[in-house]
Structure formats: C-alpha cells, structure tokens
C-alpha cells in the first residue's frame, strides 16, 4: 500500500565553502572599513591620557583643599598649644601661691 501523503524527498546537504574574499580577516586593506590600526591605537591612547589628566587635575585639586584644611588645623592646633602651656605656667604659679599662704604643718 502507498501513503496517501506524498513524501519529501531530502536533498544531499549542502557544503558551504568559504572563499578568500569571504574571510573577514583579510579585509584589513579596506580603508572604508576599518581604520589603520597604528592611528586606532594613537586615538586610544589620546583619550586614556586626556581622561587620565583629567583625573589627575581632580586629584590635585582635593589634594590642594586637603593640605588647606591642613594648615587651618595646625594653625589651630598651635594656638590652643600655646594656650595649654600658658594654663599650665597660670596654675604653677596659683599653686606656688597656695602653698605661701596656706603652709603646711
């Protein structure tokens, strides 16, 4: 008995053979395509260094806050050292005086 619905018949595979030209590592002569890799590699490095100076103009510039912020303290700290040791010398003395009128026995 034959079916009723006809059957496919398969087709050999195809290969498909890929030709020279059809390689897309060989398209590096192609201007329009693709840049030289020499000026490629130029304009990336232009751009690293641009964002790297740019960065390190921030830097510099917290750097700079930072080390006013420094002096501040320091004149600060300074200031209160020097009253610190004028208590110090005012207490010597109140004690001194204490100790001459209340001597002990």
Do not use: C, W
């Amino acid at each position: 008995m034959k079916p009723i619905v006809p059957v496919k018949q398969h087709l050999p595979a195809q290969r498909m053979y890929v030709t020279m030209t059809d390689d897309p590592t060989l398209r590096f002569h192609d201007d329009a395509t693709t840049k030289p890799t020499l000026e490629t590699v130029l304009e990336r490095i232009n751009d690293f260094r641009g964002s790297v100076e740019g960065r390190l103009g921030m830097i510099e510039d917290r750097l700079g806050t930072v080390e006013d912020r420094l002096e501040t303290m320091e004149a600060r700290l300074d200031r209160v050292q020097g009253e610190v040791l004028a208590i110090k010398s005012d207490f010597r003395d109140f004690r001194k005086e204490i100790r001459d009128r209340f001597p002990r026995q």
